[in-house]
Each structure stands twice: as C-alpha cells, then as structure tokens.
C-alpha cells in the first residue's frame, strides 16, 4: 500500500480535489483496492512464474521505469504542468497570470519606493484613480500578476509596496525587525506603510507575504 498512496494522493492535490472525511475514506479503500490488484497481478506473477537473469531484471524492474519517469517529467514541462487540464475559468486565469514574468515590477518597484505617481508601481484597473494600496515583502510581490488580475476584476487600481524580508505587522517590537535586510531599512519600510495608512487615502489595505519565515521572528 505505501507504492500506492503517494501518487494517488499527489494526483488529488495537482486537481484541486476537495477531502472531505468521505473523500479521504474513499481514498483509504482506493488504496487497499489498488494495494491487493498489484500485489495479486502484478507481484505474484513475477515472483513466482518469472525466472529472469540480472541483466532482464535491472532492465525491466529498474531502467524501464526511470526513463518512464524522466520522459513524463520532460512532457510535463513541454506542456506546463499540464494546466489545460488541471485548471479551468478564473482559477486558470490566476494561474497563469502568477507565471507572469514581472522583471519590471522587480526591477524598478520592489525596495523603490514611489507612491506620489498614479503611473509608476501600480496594478489594476489603469485607467482608474489609485484607491489601494498592496505591500508585503517579496513574496507579495511575486504575486502581483495575480493580483493585478484580481483587481482589474474589482475595477481597483492599487500601489504596491514591497520589501525583501520585512513584513508588515501592525504594534510589532521594532527591535525584531531587519529579518536579512537590517534594522535601519526595515524599520524604514514599516514606517513608511504605517504613514500610508494613517493618511487613511486608501479604501483598500492589502497586506501579503509568507508568514511562515517570519512566526520565530516576531513570535
């Protein structure tokens, strides 16, 4: 059963499937189905019946299926994953969009910082007034395409702020900031989006980022 439980369950979580309790039952009976049909089919026979040589054996039991292996990874890179069929609609739209390569927001919105221009560092709705604003460290900025389509959706134009290892939290000790980046420019970063925001001239505060990293730190 332990060949069996990895794929399957790799397989659920690639297509999004909801487990429910009945879901994960299902799973666990799927498993000893599949457990008992390879062990009688494919097992037995080749236990008992098949007299290889080394050469057949290493051939078959372990080159064979390595190469298997290698030719479905490549194909899963030719064709992305694989998305036209693991994702469909909006979700897909997010997918892609997050694939986006934002070289310039990277380049010339992440540790810059530009919040007086309606043009410079924004995502959304261009062609409306600037009514957000979007900050995190750099992961949030990674995911700005995927944000920048959630709020073209909204009809929301919205700065981004982001920072390298500093996230935002509102009343943290000031002396566990500067994660990789220092006190002095974290410090800086987090002062600055707490001005943004005591100007209250956003109607959308959007905070992102990868708390995990950060739970020991501020912790």
């Not at 700005?144 to 000790?173: E, H, V």
Request: proline share 2%; charged share 20%; net charge positive.
């Amino acid at each position: 059963m332990y060949l069996w439980h990895w794929p399957v369950i790799s397989i659920v979580h690639a297509t999004g499937f909801e487990l429910t309790i009945i879901n994960k039952l299902s799973l666990v009976i799927l498993f000893v189905v599949l457990s008992y049909l390879s062990w009688k089919f494919i097992e037995q026979p080749f236990r008992n019946k098949f007299k290889w040589s080394f050469l057949v054996t290493f051939i078959v039991m372990l080159l064979t299926p390595v190469l298997i292996a290698q030719g479905l990874k490549d194909l899963s890179r030719k064709n992305h994953a694989f998305q036209d069929l693991r994702f469909f609609g909006d979700v897909k739209k997010l997918v892609l969009s997050s694939q986006v390569n934002v070289g310039k927001m990277r380049a010339f919105c992440h540790g810059h910082y530009d919040l007086e221009s309606e043009d410079k560092c924004v995502i959304g709705d261009k062609s409306k007034k600037v009514s957000a604003l979007v900050f995190g460290d750099s992961h949030a900025n990674a995911i700005a395409p995927a944000m920048d389509l959630i709020l073209k959706d909204a009809d929301i134009k919205s700065k981004i702020l982001t920072n390298d290892s500093t996230l935002y939290l509102r009343g943290i000790d000031r002396d566990t900031l500067g994660h990789f980046l220092g006190k002095e420019k974290a410090t800086h970063f987090v002062n600055l989006i707490e001005d943004e925001i005591s100007k209250q001239k956003y109607g959308y505060v959007i905070i992102g980022g990868r708390y995990h990293g950060y739970q020991s730190q501020y912790s």
